[in-house]
């Protein structure tokens, strides 16, 4: 177990250094993503004339979702990547493919978690930001997201090990759910029967319960934390499953 926790370490540090670590601004480009999104939206709804559905600021209810919408994305996507961009360290006997994907994983979700916390800084230096209203909640929203995305993630491994081209086919299934998260929309604004379709997507869950744990007075009422939680932890499980059946043949790969 300490070995494999080293390992872990060694490589977040290597990746960390590989991502960040080759330009001048490395660590800022991880700001210009969501950034760039917020500011996108926020020109969108402001030419629209659109109020936030949530607060009093259309640039918290943006970040709200588009931070927990990237950290599932780059997890995911990321981790699904990992060995091949770090085969050469399965040279080592004490680097498993899981310790590759899992560094990498844990690696994204910090650097979304600290993204997150700078523009709340940011916002809140510019008079828009408020205390997240439990801290707990939100905690435990990020966590979920992390979870489901590195099982996701794990699956997303093995399956580009068993079909290189599955990495475009789920690029092409990823992007029109950035429409249908919840990232600019609440789940009570969606009319029914169409609502019941959609909430059947754990993203937007996930995406309500980081809001409903940021905005102290917002409680979807259609936000199950449960299906959320039970959701990510089968995919864990299954992803984890899934890699140790596997092993061997990402070693090859």
Avoid at 148 to 170: D, H, I, Q, R
Avoid at 218 to 224: E, F, P, R, S
Wanted: charge should be positive; proline fraction near 4%.
């Amino acid at each position: 177990m300490a070995i494999q926790g080293r390992v872990l370490l060694a490589i977040m540090l290597r990746e960390t250094t590989t991502r960040f670590g080759r330009t001048r601004f490395g660590y800022a480009w991880a700001l210009v993503e969501p950034i760039a999104h917020v500011a996108t939206l926020l020109t969108i709804f402001t030419l629209l004339r659109r109020a936030a559905p949530i607060g009093n600021d259309l640039s918290l209810f943006f970040t709200t979702g588009i931070v927990p919408w990237l950290m599932f994305v780059n997890i995911s996507s990321r981790t699904m990547k990992a060995v091949d961009a770090n085969g050469a360290l399965l040279s080592y006997p004490q680097v498993l493919p899981i310790d590759i994907m899992v560094g990498r994983a844990l690696l994204e979700s910090g650097t979304m978690i600290a993204v997150f916390t700078i523009l709340l800084m940011g916002l809140g230096a510019l008079g828009s930001a408020t205390v997240p209203g439990d801290f707990l909640d939100l905690a435990g929203a990020l966590a979920c997201v992390t979870v489901f995305a590195t099982g996701l993630g794990l699956l997303n491994g093995v399956a580009v090990s068993l079909l290189p081209s599955y990495e475009k086919l789920y690029t092409a299934v990823t992007r029109p759910l950035y429409f249908v998260s919840g990232i600019f929309f609440t789940a009570d604004a969606i009319p029914s029967p169409m609502r019941e379709w959609m909430v059947l997507n754990p993203v937007l869950h996930m995406i309500e319960w980081t809001r409903s744990g940021y905005f102290q007075d917002y409680d979807g009422t259609h936000l199950d934390r449960g299906y959320a939680v039970a959701i990510a932890a089968v995919l864990l499980f299954l992803g984890l499953a899934a890699e140790r059946v596997a092993r061997d043949r990402l070693r090859r790969a």
